[in-house]
């Protein structure tokens, strides 16, 4: 398996532009995460998927973000407008649950934002 | 709610030189531990779990063993190379699909 994929890997945009990151899960995975990581902040988690269905969007930070998981193969976070502090690396991770419950999250390589 | 404490870094090693790097949790129920290593440019990977307690878990000459009674998961590892350098996160699963991450330890190790 090609593991989790997410496009672009860097994104360079301008405040006030739409940005939209996007992600592949690993086939079979059922849950699909979406986190930022920063030097302030470290590893935040935005939201999470379980089979297609946002489970708890209380990390996404304000209105400006948005995500949607259309079908179990595809992902998308989207921010408009964005700004300058949104300037992170984004993640996006997939996971399923074995059977012995336990779960063990597979990153991508991130996509790497900067907002000028 | 869960919560995972780590060793606050960063950490710089000798080559060589014995690793350890403190995991304290609190959880509710009994969760499965793990620790994820981030290498610079890259995603988080699993580097080794425990289910259970008194499990260790091993990977790449890494170890950890979950304790119930000190409620810990501390890595080790006996010679470190150069190439360990990366970021280290102690996590915790509890069956429901999230993660909680610590805030991740630093490893530098010269040559």
């Known amino acids: 398996d090609a593991g989790v994929i997410q496009s672009p890997r860097h994104e360079v945009t301008e405040m006030g532009q739409e940005v939209t990151l996007r992600c592949k899960p690993i086939?079979?995975?059922?849950?699909l995460f979406w986190y930022r990581q920063t030097m302030m902040r470290g590893l935040e988690l935005l939201i999470y998927?379980?089979?297609?269905?946002?489970?708890?969007d209380s990390g996404m930070p304000e209105d400006r973000f948005s995500a949607k998981m259309p079908n179990a193969s595809f992902s998308t976070l989207k921010i408009q407008p964005s700004e300058p502090r949104d300037s992170a690396v984004y993640f996006c991770?997939?996971?399923?649950?074995?059977?012995?419950?336990?779960?063990?999250?597979?990153f991508g390589p991130g996509t790497r934002l900067t907002v000028l | 709610g869960n919560s995972v404490t780590q060793m606050e870094g960063p950490v710089t090693l000798s080559e060589e030189a014995f690793l350890t790097i403190n995991c304290t949790y609190t959880?509710?129920?009994?969760?499965?531990l793990f620790w994820y290593v981030q290498y610079p440019g890259e995603g988080l990977q699993l580097l080794l779990k425990?289910?259970?307690?008194?499990d260790k878990g091993s990977n790449k000459g890494f170890e950890a063993t979950y304790r119930k009674e000190t409620t810990s998961f501390h890595l080790e590892k006996g010679s470190v190379q150069v190439s360990d350098s990366a970021v280290y996160f102690c996590?915790?699963?509890?069956?429901?699909?999230?993660?909680?991450f610590g805030d991740g330890t630093t490893l530098t190790v010269k040559p």
């Open positions: 998927f379980n089979n297609n269905v946002p489970i708890d």
């Open positions: 086939s079979g995975h059922d849950y």
């Open positions: 425990a289910t259970k307690a008194d």
């Open positions: 996590a915790l699963n509890t069956n429901a699909g999230k993660s909680t």
């Open positions: 959880a509710t129920g009994y969760p499965s």
């Open positions: 991770a997939s996971s399923f649950l074995d059977r012995g419950g336990t779960d063990t999250q597979y």
